[in-house]
């Protein structure tokens, strides 16, 4: 049995679609939060419990019989994560699974100053002092989100953002199947921390305004403005202030070179190449 958690979001729903087209899904489990809302994966096949980061005992349950479970990371910061995650590997190995597998991050560090990354190190530590076999995941940084960064940018004609510098932006779709291949293949060149599995590229926001204007046929110019004029104006829109101290870490990152550069083992995995931030772009933006 391979468990995969947050089944129900976007990279876990992923995870477990390219399970399904590798082993039988009898031999698939989920934990999710919502049970109900998993009802498409019960249909064709697949055990879905109840599990909750915040309650060992139904993580107990979800697991059970798992020779791997997937955690996939909490869409939290901070203890809320953290403590989740332990809750998840400490369940894991009470539950008899032989490997947890977990999806971290590249820009993975104690130290960064976007807040998602030190919990990814966090866990990282109670992965290594479980005492069980892991897999740490360590994927680029999604793609999807070089849209959300984008905003208006395509009605007002100007990608306003801090100093930024180059990010591996990467398919949800490719480390989905990453995954997918770490759960069911020989573990091996995955045991323990995995090298940056990122897209064959880096591309900064002016890479991004660039491609949005190729895309869009619009003109986009890009706009760089301080990290407190970039806070004040996503306060302003309404956007609460621990979301706009979250982005602006982000940026601080990247000028770190935290989330660059590009490496090759994604792809050498999947055997093909990456998916390129820009087909991403294009999806968003006929979606």
């Keep these: 049995m391979i468990v995969v958690t947050g089944a129900n979001g976007q990279l876990g729903r992923l995870v477990v679609e390219k399970l399904l087209d590798r082993v039988p899904a009898q031999e698939i489990g989920v934990s999710v939060r919502e049970p109900e809302r998993a009802r498409a994966f019960a249909g064709r096949g697949v055990r879905v419990r109840r599990g909750?980061?915040?309650?060992?005992?139904?993580?107990?349950?979800?697991?059970?019989?798992?020779?791997?479970?997937?955690?996939?990371?909490?869409?939290?910061?901070?203890d809320t994560a953290v403590k989740g995650h332990r809750t998840a590997i400490e369940a894991a190995a009470a539950a008899g699974a032989k490997r947890v597998l977990y999806t971290s991050h590249m820009g993975a560090d104690p130290a960064s100053?976007?807040?998602?990354?030190?919990?990814?190190?966090?866990?990282?530590r109670d992965l290594q002092r479980s005492g069980i076999p892991f897999t740490s995941l360590r994927n680029g940084f999604y793609a999807t989100s070089a849209a959300m960064l984008l905003g208006a940018a395509v009605e007002t004609g100007e990608l306003r953002a801090p100093e930024d510098g180059p990010v591996a932006w990467t398919a949800h779709t490719d480390l989905a199947e990453a995954a997918a291949l770490a759960?069911?293949?020989?573990t091996d060149e995955l045991d323990g921390f995995t090298p940056a599995l990122t897209a064959a590229e880096t591309v900064d926001m002016a890479g991004i305004a660039e491609t949005a204007s190729r895309i869009s046929g619009r003109t986009i110019r890009r706009v760089v403005v301080s990290d407190a004029d970039y806070r004040a104006g996503l306060v302003g829109h309404g956007v609460p202030e621990a979301a706009a101290d979250l982005l602006v870490g982000l940026f601080a990152a990247s000028r770190q070179g935290a989330f660059a550069p590009a490496d090759p083992a994604l792809a050498r995995l999947l055997g093909r190449p990456t998916v390129p931030v820009e087909d991403v772009l294009r999806s968003a933006a006929t979606a």
């Design 183 to 186: 759960l069911v293949g020989e």
């Design 113 to 124: 100053p976007f807040p998602p990354m030190p919990d990814h190190a966090a866990t990282e």
């Design 52 to 78: 909750d980061f915040a309650d060992a005992a139904s993580l107990l349950h979800a697991f059970e019989d798992a020779a791997k479970v997937l955690v996939v990371s909490a869409d939290a910061v901070g």
